[in-house]
């Protein structure tokens, strides 16, 4: 029977454990303020994470390790190292360099680390169908090897009908990897890798040998690879919003038709795809691919494409540096298109001088959600865009998804990038930019299509949202940063 010593002696040990978990507690928030304070991108979010890990360091630190732990150093470093610059083209195919494009976009090259290459023929590739009939068609023809990377791989009909394609052509001697995203594609099952793996195909995922993003599975939301690529034989190229998954060909009931766009690149600006390919597998795995250009690099176009790999692995946010850019040389139409809309002060404040100077600035929206909580923060700042004077769209013809953006006639982008802080600095992404004219008039009848499936949005609606809605928005928006 315990007395009342024991009572007391049990108190103290468990007080001098407590008081143990506590130290390690601050010991590890101040580990994590310093690690903020050196790695800060904008102060407004560093000043928030300080606060928190001050004030209330036990639920923060727990946080600030899911959401807010960058580790991207080495990927950096092995970047470096592959020297992307110098890769995807050898000496003797220089020529293929479109030296005049490049000196008119420098800032879409710095960030890009590669230039502008001609040669290629674009196919642009509308809805689900489309895209993966060609995408599909490509698999079927490949000769050598094939890369394959989304966010999203399910396994259901979309799934299973790529993964059975795949098998067959490794059967028939073709390498294939295949990358996917540990968060995006959470419900993939160990039996569809099993299978893929038991047919000689190499397979992981993007944080496969980094223990410490892996820790805490699902909840490891940041930092995510959201790249869509698809290369066959470093010939043709296959990049969009498009993930693998049936509702992407408008076969969920709730959403409906899915509206999305991707490209197929064929030409040289496929290698810079690959390249990006290479860099994301040798951080998955740790295995440097080996670099394949084909024996010829055969023109079969006359288009130039400059390929851009962002990510948290950039030294600045490089993405928005290039769309800021981008806006600020708009001189009379800039279309944006993305299913999500959360863009932070740099960005907003270009939208706005667009719109000053005369600039015909629409942004086009799903009229539907599939994230509540982020189509709550992008109502809001859509909402700040009509009043200053910004047209804003909802598609209602299903759900919206593509991204895709026109400014003037001079330049059209498509890729996995939402125009929101998540895709601008915390996701790895893929952007596409065409100048070529061809291209440009074939993004522009795409659009006014879309634009056709669409209502406005005028300020009578945005004034008379109920007061709770309103209230629900603002509160979302104050989560822009990460979302």
Request: charged share 25%; net charge negative.
């Amino acid at each position: 029977m315990f007395g009342i010593d024991d009572i007391l002696r049990a108190i103290v040990a468990d007080l001098h454990l407590v008081a143990l978990i506590m130290g390690a507690i601050y010991l590890l928030a101040i580990v994590c303020a310093v690690r903020e304070i050196l790695n800060s991108r904008t102060s407004q979010g560093s000043i928030a994470w300080l606060l928190s890990l001050l004030l209330l360091p036990i639920p923060t630190v727990l946080l600030y390790l899911v959401f807010g732990w960058k580790l991207f150093d080495d990927y950096a470093t092995d970047r470096m190292q592959n020297g992307r610059a110098n890769r995807p083209l050898r000496a003797r195919d220089l020529a293929l360099v479109d030296g005049e494009t490049d000196a008119k976009w420098p800032v879409q090259v710095n960030v890009s680390e590669l230039p502008f290459l001609k040669g290629n023929e674009v196919e642009l590739l509308i809805d689900g169908q489309a895209t993966f009939d060609s995408i599909f068609a490509g698999i079927e023809a490949a000769k050598e090897y094939l890369l394959v990377q989304f966010y999203i791989i399910r396994d259901d009909r979309l799934g299973q009908e790529l993964a059975e394609r795949l098998i067959a052509k490794a059967r028939q001697g073709v390498s294939i990897f295949m990358l996917y995203d540990d968060v995006g594609s959470t419900g993939m099952p160990k039996r569809y890798r099993h299978e893929l793996r038991e047919a000689g195909i190499k397979i992981s995922s993007f944080n496969h040998r980094h223990r410490f993003l892996r820790l805490f599975g699902a909840t490891r939301i940041n930092y995510r690879n959201h790249r869509k690529i698809v290369v066959a034989d470093g010939h043709h190229a296959w990049v969009g919003g498009h993930n693998v998954g049936v509702e992407y060909l408008g076969e969920d009931p709730k959403l409906g038709h899915w509206r999305d766009t991707h490209v197929r690149v064929s030409g040289p600006a496929a290698l810079g795809c690959a390249l990006l390919f290479r860099e994301d597998w040798e951080w998955a795995t740790g295995e440097r691919l080996p670099n394949r250009p084909p024996r010829e690099l055969t023109s079969f176009g006359d288009q130039s494409v400059l390929v851009m790999g962002s990510g948290p692995a950039d030294k600045l946010e490089e993405c928005a540096i290039a769309f800021t850019d981008l806006i600020g040389r708009a001189r009379k139409r800039l279309w944006i298109v993305s299913p999500y809309f959360v863009p932070d002060t740099d960005i907003r404040t270009a939208l706005f001088a667009a719109r000053l100077r005369g600039v015909d600035v629409r942004i086009m929206l799903p009229d539907n959600p599939d994230h509540a909580l982020v189509w709550l923060a992008s109502m809001a700042h859509a909402d700040s865009m009509v009043q200053h004077n910004i047209d804003v769209y909802r598609y209602t013809d299903g759900f919206l998804h593509q991204k895709v953006v026109l400014m003037d006639d001079e330049m059209a982008t498509i890729g996995s990038v939402n125009f929101d802080n998540r895709s601008f600095a915390i996701n790895f992404e893929i952007t596409l930019w065409f100048t070529d004219k061809t291209t440009i008039s074939d993004v522009e009848t795409m659009l006014v299509q879309d634009f056709e499936a669409c209502r406005q949005v005028g300020r009578a609606e945005v004034e008379s949202r109920p007061w709770a809605l309103y209230l629900a928005t603002q509160a979302a928006r104050l989560l822009s940063p990460v979302l």
